[in-house]
């Protein structure tokens, strides 16, 4: 069992920054995805980036290469998502997910999810 705890969401004009940070507890210590999910109202939920916990490997949509990066640190057992030039069209609730061992980007693969934190960007 894998308990996700996200933190670091807020309000932000377009083209500012934020990071957003998830807390894993109970980790297997086994090689496994982790990622950032987000969904909008009304829209279904979609894959931001993925990172396996033991290998260096990173997996971005294409709406947010080049701005977003996705990081570990494995001593703190904690996941980020630096994200920078942020757009209106990034607002959603982001989610963190662990535990998948297959499509990055397919929600249905992942064992374990955070609670959500909310991004808002203003224009």
């Known amino acids: 069992q894998v308990t996700l705890v996200e933190s670091g969401g807020g309000s932000v004009q377009a083209g500012g920054s934020l990071r957003l940070s998830c807390a894993a507890s109970?980790?297997?210590?086994?090689?496994?995805?982790m990622g950032w999910f987000r969904q909008a109202p009304g829209k279904e939920r979609e894959g931001v980036a993925a990172?396996?916990?033991?290998?260096?490997?990173?997996y971005y949509a294409d709406s947010v290469k080049g701005r977003f990066t996705i990081s570990r640190d494995n001593g703190k057992n904690t996941l980020y998502l630096q994200m920078n030039s942020l757009k209106p069209e990034d607002t959603a609730t982001y989610y963190c997910?662990?535990?998948?061992?297959?499509?990055?980007?397919?929600?249905?693969?992942?064992?374990?999810w955070g609670q959500g934190t909310q991004v808002t960007v203003s224009s």
């Open positions: 997910a662990a535990g998948s061992r297959a499509l990055w980007y397919s929600a249905s693969g992942y064992l374990f």
């Open positions: 109970g980790s297997t210590g086994s090689n496994y995805l």
């Open positions: 990172i396996y916990t033991l290998a260096p490997d990173t």
